[in-house]
C-alpha cells in the first residue's frame, strides 16, 4: 500500500515560515490532484490548497496571499510554502493525492505549531 511521506512542519513564531513536503513511498499512476489539507483541535477537516496536473490552483480564502503550493511532476512531489504564519494556522496539515480515475490518498499529518 503506497502512503503519502510528508516533512517540514513544527513550532515557529506568528510571521515566519515553514515549508511542507509530500511524497508517495511508491508509485502512484496518473495523479491529478495534489493538496494540502488541515485540521486544528475541535475543527473540522478543510482544504488549504490543491493544483491539478494542468497546474490550476485553489487556495481557502485565508492563506491567500500568504500560502503558495506546488508540485514536482518528475518526482510526484508537492509543496506547501507558508509564509507569515499565524496562530489560526496551527493544525494538523495533511497531504492529499487523487487520479485521473479517483483513487484518494492521505499522509499520515505533520504538525504545524505557530506561537510565540
Known amino acids: 500500500q503506497v502512503q503519502l511521506v510528508e516533512s517540514g512542519g513544527g513550532l515557529v513564531q506568528p510571521g515566519g515560515s515553514l515549508r511542507l513536503s509530500c511524497v508517495p513511498s511508491g508509485n502512484i499512476f496518473r495523479i491529478n490532484v495534489m493538496g494540502w489539507y488541515r485540521q486544528a483541535p475541535g475543527k473540522q477537516r478543510e482544504l488549504v490548497a490543491t493544483?491539478?496536473?494542468?497546474?490550476?490552483?485553489i487556495y481557502v480564502d485565508s492563506v491567500k496571499g500568504r500560502f503558495t503550493i506546488s508540485r514536482d511532476n518528475a518526482k510526484n512531489t508537492v509543496y506547501l510554502q507558508m509564509n507569515n504564519l499565524k496562530p489560526e494556522d496551527t493544525a494538523v496539515y495533511y497531504c492529499?493525492?487523487?487520479?485521473?480515475?479517483?483513487?484518494?490518498?492521505w499522509g499520515q499529518g505533520t504538525q504545524v505549531t505557530v506561537s510565540s
Open positions: 493544483i491539478n496536473s494542468g497546474g490550476n490552483r
Open positions: 492529499y493525492v487523487r487520479t485521473v480515475i479517483a483513487s484518494i490518498y
